[in-house]
């Protein structure tokens, strides 16, 4: 069983960066493929960005291109999302996951809030 607890999130104006981290502990963290997810009120689930074991090709949201970085520290089982360019529609609960692939996920963290103030 992987934990997951995420840290990082908060309050910031427009244009401003925050780092989210995700902390995993119970598993083999370095072979799992690991993504972030937003949910805004009202609105549904989307995928950010997800990262494989391998790191190869991270996948990115197109709403976030250009300006959101995932990355992941296996010696710290700790995967990263960082945010720059943030925008008042970035708001939102955000989650990490962990599965085998990078398109089927088992194990979710609890979620930290970021707020984007225009």
């Known amino acids: 069983q992987v934990q997951l607890v995420e840290s990082g999130g908060g309050l910031v104006q427009a244009g401003g960066s925050l780092r989210l981290s995700c902390a995993a502990s119970?598993?083999?963290?370095?072979?799992?493929?690991m993504g972030w997810f937003r949910q805004a009120p009202g609105k549904e689930r989307e995928s950010v960005a997800s990262?494989?074991?391998?790191?190869?090709?991270?996948y990115y949201a197109d709403s976030v291109k250009g300006r959101f970085t995932i990355s992941r520290d296996n010696a710290k089982n700790t995967v990263y999302l960082q945010m720059n360019s943030l925008k008042p529609e970035d708001t939102a609960v955000y989650y990490c996951?962990?599965?085998?692939?990078?398109?089927?996920?088992?194990?979710w963290g609890q979620g930290t809030q970021v707020t984007v103030s225009s």
């Open positions: 996951a962990a599965g085998w692939v990078t398109t089927e996920y088992h194990y």
């Open positions: 119970g598993g083999s963290f370095s072979n799992y493929a």
């Open positions: 990262i494989s074991w391998s790191v190869s090709s991270p």
